[in-house]
């Protein structure tokens, strides 16, 4: 099973991560076959397989001293040829993709919070387990698919085109996570039928993050937020509202009647970049759990589709003590719909 962060960009390098990122074995070529490469299956390649093989070999092609997966996207790699090799319209995407810089290298542009995200959404889709360092995530041993949004401009810009890359880069299942978002409605035509695409069309799944209330510049919380988020709200997304880890509603996060589920998103402990760990709360956290859980149940039930495992998490989940903790929400807190969390 897949899981794409289509966020900020990856730190593919972060020890609790590299060896459940996504390697496209399709577009690995021929040569590097020739130069003694030998993973125990060509058509499902570690990271850890490629790292071996760079310090065996003494490939490193970015000079920076260490073998990593760096070196196979960096100038003068020679795992990238130039080619489509999949087929899938993106030349050398060989661990993911950079939607922003439109290349092949889905590495954050920076060190700070922002360029972060992604790294700590990431870390928890699927971050290593039973490896007796920083955390674990629910889902095993998925495999991530690193998908930069973000351009210079620390925007995410490019998201739609993000979630259009996750979903065609592989033919296996990919849950595509979408941290991100705006409120309000517009004229959203194109972006909901990016999201329809990728679930009717591609069979992938699409799990985003509800949004964390109305806050003011400086970041902290205004208050209660009732309101739509998207791509959060578009039919054929998976909408996640953050409560806290016994499941009470921690009067920040965006609550509505197109919440599909709500799950932890406070104080969530995940990779960062550079190697490091921190504490984070959002909505943001929550709708990468709630994927991960997916990628569980899929992994023991194959043969399930989206649709079959949206419905299996839902009639399984615990709404009468999530409304026992918060009844008002039950019916919205007084605005339109019903079962607001």
Known sequence: VLLASVDTGVD??????EQNIWINSAEIPSTIYDLGF???????????????FLAYNNFDWN??????????????????????????????DIIGWDSGEDDNDPFPDSNNDFWSHGTHVAGILSAVTDNSIGTSSISFNSRIIPVKIADSEETLANGYSGIIYAAEA????????????????????????????????????????????????????????????????????????????????????????????????????????????????????????VASGFALLKS?????????LVNRIIQTSDSSLLYDMNPEYLDCNGYSGNECL
């Open 12 to 17: 593919y390098t972060h020890p609790d991560l």
């Open 38 to 52: 030998n993973p125990d299956n060509s058509s499902e390649v570690w990271a850890s397989e490629i790292i071996s």
């Open 63 to 92: 000079s920076d001293g260490k073998y990593n997966l760096k070196d196979v996207v960096t100038s003068g790699s020679l795992f990238e040829d130039g080619g489509d090799g999949d087929g899938n319209g993106y030349i050398d």
């Open 170 to 289: 592989s033919e296996l299942f990919t849950i595509i996570n979408c941290s991100w978002g705006a409120d309000g409605f517009g004229s959203y035509s194109a972006e909901n039928a990016v999201i329809n695409q990728a679930h009717d069309e591609n069979g992938s799944l699409v799990v985003c993050a509800a949004g964390n209330g109305d806050i003011d510049d400086d970041g902290n919380p205004l208050g209660e937020y009732y309101s739509s988020f998207y791509p959060a709200a578009y039919p054929n997304s998976f909408s996640v509202a953050p409560v806290d880890c016994d499941g009470l509603w921690g009067e920040w996060g965006t609550y509505h009647s197109s919440i599909d589920l709500s799950a932890p998103g406070e104080s969530i402990w995940g990779p960062v970049i550079g190697g490091g760990y921190e504490r984070w709360s959002g909505s943001s956290m929550a709708s990468p759990l």
């Open 300 to 308: 023991y039930y194959s043969e399930f589709d989206n649709n079959t």
